[in-house]
């Protein structure tokens, strides 16, 4: 039994075990289910997308998160190959990141951009014996952020570099952390060189105490500044700096963050600005223009120790320069250029002011424009040179500013500003001097032609006081000293004030520049003075009024003539109404004024009162064709019937005798008309009584028609002869015609022949004149001068013969050209101004830039002739050349015109003469005429080359005593024929 119950203990024992281990079993496998499903319900809950690959690339698993960003169910992935449902993403990077831990056994962190998705995800990769686990984030917005930061962070670190203001970080010790471009420059250092530095090794030891407070505003509130100090350049000049920064922190230690800007243009500026305003007050003070100048110059040449400056001042004659203020350069030089002619090489500001631009020169030992200046500079050590013309507001040329230095070089944008500013201030201070020195001359002259008008004049205070000139004393019977202290007031009669302050109210409110009215004035007696007042208001620049100015005309005269006129109306009315004849006085309007007692008796109109009424009204059946003499009459006619009808409107028929005639007003204007009328119906009537006599009277007729014919035959006879005579002259003025054209051709060959051999006079005698060939004693010169000037005047003469005949010939030849006519102005001038000056004639220009298409040297051939004529007619005073593009149209196609005019002060020209000036050889009469040589070829040349061959016109005007005017009207472009 023993035995059996071992065995039997032994196999309970074993299904015991088994059945034990069975429960553990399926303890186990419901612990593990468990778990899984704990595990599931963790992935399937979790941000991440999470999938599980074998080893042969197949889904094993896909949780909700990764199924939704697949956008597939788990169940169409499990059990599918990756790069079969992912084709695209075979040889991406996190394709070769699965295949790694795969091959490595190892964990594999990656941060991909998927593009298909245009996503990025964060994968991590856990490798196991049966394949690969992925965890997988979407990051787009995360990577978005720090690409973004890292954007921002280039961004920034550009506009530090690029930044034009100095930018710098530096710890409380002061040495430099990060500085930028433009600080380092502040102290002509690089960067890199910058940052081995600290901040207080470019800080002068002057400032210590000012940068102790900036720390302690720094500690104490978190920011300094602004303030302004100096830093230490590198070529240890002090540079100008404001400053101001923030305390920040980086990287847990507290730095300084510090902005500096270069302020040495700001001061520059302001100095210049300062310097400036100084002078513009010396300038409103009235200071001499010399003195002003010369401070504006010092406060330039106060900006550098290299500048120096000068202010030339264009001359009045258009030509020199004189000097004005300079106040560094040295003396000699500034001798040396006073009075120097400008031109286009005629050094930096000779050459400046002729081409009314700016002239550069590098450097004074190369450039040509100072070829004939550079053994006066070159002693003085000046290499560099820069000119600007100073202009007026109409852009004339007024002078010249020039900065020099003795360094070669071209001119910064700082020069720049310099130049623009002296040369505004200048030309506000010549402006000004020029303005109060011609004004000053006005002043004087209209002082004495207010003197010395032989009509009242007056200036009156808007508070009534008067200043008179000796014309209006006189007037009045008063001294000038006795009217100082009077006003307009108590000169003028109390009723009429307030009507005289009615008229001028409307110049102080500013409706009108002007009054006119007439008003009595008191005489010193006692009368009445009746005067006729033209007054204007003169304001201040700021637009008060500052005084009336008045032209007084005593018109007592005028008001006896007014008296007398209306005594003889009254007498004219008096006569017309009591006249015997029929006669009646009608206005434009043909109203009647006056009408004879006479005329109302034979019209019948009885007691009817027609003054005022329409003649038209009067006898509504006048017919048609008498309105139409009315009509004529009124514009100047006189008509006249000795026997006319007149259908009355009663139907009966009247005869009258008529004459009509315009009455003129006294200024010359028709006035109306008179009618003179007679009724001759009872004569017509009579005339029928002498019918009997009509045969008689046939007779008669018929014997004076045969007289007649015989006289119109012999009438004939003597038209057949005048036809004959006038067929012969056709051929006689034909043949004139012929001789006169062979004759200019023979002129012009002759002249031709004439001129070689004079040309040989002229240049020998100038030869022997300048005493190239030896010394002459005083006669010769003098005989040999009379020779030169022969010769001359009759090459002169050729030529001018030259140009008639071929003109008349029409073989003139026309060389059109390109040109401005500034250059040509200025080379008419050029050749006359000594001849003026010897004169003692003022010669002014006013020329203008203008493109021109013509003929040049025709164009300044008539110049020279107007203007050589100016001068020589004229004795004293002034010749003016002025040139101007004109608002009117010229030539067929209506182009743009120029007009040259040249205006004297010489002996002028009466108006008999005026029609006589442009014929051929006609010289008027004149006191010069025996001293000054000509042919009178000139103007009459001149016309013919302005009219023919440029295609304009000329004309003139003048008046003996005051002066003659030439104009010139030529296209800018000429029509090509």
């Not at 281990?21 to 419901?30: Q, W």
């Not at 008689?696 to 014997?703: F, G, K, T």
């Not at 006038?726 to 012009?748: C, G, H, Q, V």
Request: hydrophobic share 40%; proline share 4%.
């Amino acid at each position: 039994y023993k035995g059996w119950f071992f065995v039997i203990g032994t196999a309970g024992f074993l299904v015991w075990l088994i059945r034990r281990y069975a429960t553990e079993l399926r303890r186990s496998e419901v612990a593990v289910r468990h778990a899984g499903e704990q595990l599931d319900h963790v992935l399937e809950r979790i941000a991440d997308g999470v999938v599980a690959l074998n080893t042969d690339w197949v889904y094993t698993y896909v949780n909700s998160r990764a199924a939704e960003m697949f956008n597939r169910r788990p169940a169409d992935l499990i059990g599918r190959h990756i790069w079969t449902e992912f084709p695209e993403g075979v040889g991406q990077p996190f394709q070769k990141a699965y295949a790694l831990a795969m091959e490595t056994q190892e964990p594999v962190h990656l941060d991909d951009y998927y593009a298909p998705w245009g996503r990025w995800f964060e994968n991590r990769i856990y490798p196991g014996a049966k394949g690969i686990t992925i965890f997988f984030t979407d990051i787009t917005e995360r990577k978005r952020t720090e690409l973004d930061l890292q954007e921002s962070e280039r961004y920034n670190r550009m506009l530090f570099d690029s930044s034009p203001i100095g930018l710098a970080l530096c710890r409380m010790d002061g040495s430099l952390i990060d500085v930028n471009e433009a600080y380092a420059k502040i102290i002509g250092r690089t960067v890199a060189e910058t940052l081995k530095f600290s901040y207080w090794d470019m800080t002068p030891k002057k400032y210590a105490e000012q940068e102790q407070a900036q720390l302690r505003s720094l500690e104490t509130a978190g920011r300094y500044g602004p303030y302004e100090k100096e830093y230490i350049h590198r070529e240890g000049r002090l540079v100008p700096v404001r400053l101001h920064g923030l305390l920040i922190e980086r990287g847990g230690e507290p730095c300084i963050w510090s902005s500096v800007e270069d302020i040495t243009e700001r001061r520059r500026q302001d100095a210049l600005l300062l310097g400036q305003r100084d002078v513009l007050e010396m300038i409103s003070r009235d200071a001499s223009l010399g003195e002003s100048l010369t401070a504006l110059l010092r406060v330039v040449e106060a900006q550098s120790e290299e500048m120096l400056s000068s202010l030339l001042l264009l001359d009045e004659d258009g030509i020199h320069v004189r000097h004005l203020a300079a106040p560094r350069l040295p003396a000699d030089y500034t001798r040396a250029i006073d009075g120097s002619a400008i031109g286009p090489r005629a050094g930096s500001c000779g050459t400046a002011a002729y081409r009314g631009e700016m002239v550069i020169t590098e450097d004074i030992m190369t450039d040509p424009l100072w070829d004939e200046y550079r053994a006066i500079v070159e002693p003085h050590g000046l290499r560099a040179c820069w000119s600007t013309p100073i202009m007026d507001s109409h852009r004339r040329v007024l002078g010249t500013f020039a900065l020099y230095f003795r360094t070669p070089g071209r001119p910064t944008e700082f020069h720049q500003r310099i130049i623009d500013m002296v040369t505004h201030v200048a030309s506000v201070a010549i402006s000004k001097q020029r303005r109060d020195k011609a004004l000053t001359e006005s002043e004087a002259r209209y002082r004495g032609l207010f003197e010395s008008a032989n009509v009242g004049k007056s200036i009156t205070l808007p508070s009534g006081e008067i200043s008179v000139n000796k014309a209006f004393a006189e007037m009045l019977g008063y001294s000038q000293d006795e009217l100082k202290n009077k006003t307009w007031q108590e000169l003028t009669p109390p009723e009429e004030i307030e009507e005289i302050q009615n008229s001028i109210a409307p110049l102080l409110n500013g409706e009108k520049k002007s009054a006119r009215f007439e008003k009595r004035y008191m005489h010193k007696s006692g009368a009445e003075v009746w005067a006729d007042v033209s007054v204007a208001l003169q304001r201040t620049d700021d637009g008060a009024p500052s005084y009336f100015i008045a032209t007084i005309v005593d018109i007592a005269d005028r008001k006896k003539a007014e008296a007398a006129l209306r005594r003889n109306e009254h007498l004219l009315r008096l006569f017309v109404e009591h006249s015997p004849a029929a006669i009646a006085m009608l206005d434009r309007d043909m109203r009647y004024i006056v009408a004879s007692r006479r005329f109302l008796t034979d019209y019948e109109l009885g007691d009817r009162n027609i003054i005022g009424r329409s003649h038209y009204e009067v006898f509504p059946e006048i017919p048609e064709r008498w309105r139409d003499i009315h009509r004529r009459c009124l514009a100047g006619a006189v008509e006249r019937a000795e026997e006319d009808p007149f259908p009355r409107a009663d139907g009966r028929m009247d005869w009258i005798r008529w004459e009509i005639r315009p009455w003129y007003e006294t200024e010359g204007e028709i006035g109306g008309v008179i009618l003179f009328s007679e009724v001759i119906t009872e004569r017509k009537h009579a005339e029928k009584e002498l019918a009997r006599h009509r045969d008689h009277l046939e007779d008669l007729v018929q014997e004076r028609t045969a007289e007649l014919q015989d006289s119109q035959r012999a009438l004939t006879n003597m038209v057949t002869d005048l036809n004959k005579k006038t067929a012969e002259l056709e051929i006689a003025n034909d043949r004139l015609k012929e001789l006169d054209r062979l004759k200019s051709l023979f002129i012009a060959s002759m002249s031709h022949e004439l001129r070689t051999p004079l040309n040989s006079v002229v240049g020998f005698s100038s030869i022997l004149l300048n005493e190239w060939v030896g010394p002459l004693n005083d006669e010769q010169k003098e005989n040999l001068a009379s020779v030169l000037r022969s010769g001359k005047h009759l090459l002169a003469l050729i030529n001018d013969v030259i140009d008639v005949s071929k003109i008349e010939a029409g073989v003139i030849e026309i060389m059109t050209a390109e040109f401005d006519l500034y250059d040509l102005i200025e080379e008419a001038v050029k050749g006359l101004r000594g001849e003026a000056q010897n004169k003692g004639l003022a010669l002014f220009v006013e020329p203008v830039h203008q493109a021109m298409r013509t003929d040049r040297r025709r164009l300044l051939q008539c110049v020279l002739n107007l203007l050589s004529n100016a001068v020589k007619f004229t004795e004293k005073g002034e010749v003016r050349l002025s040139a101007r593009r004109t608002p009117e149209k010229c030539g067929k196609r209506g182009v743009d015109c120029v007009e040259i005019i040249v205006q004297d002060t010489g002996i002028g020209i009466t108006a008999e003469d005026l029609p006589k000036l442009f014929t051929s050889f006609t010289r008027l009469e004149s006191p010069l005429k025996g001293r000054v040589l000509g042919t009178g070829l000139g103007l009459y040349l001149t016309k013919k080359i302005t009219v023919e061959i440029l295609q304009g016109e000329v004309d003139a005007a003048g008046a003996p005593g005051l002066g003659s005017r030439f104009a010139l009207r030529i296209p800018v472009v000429r029509e090509e024929e």
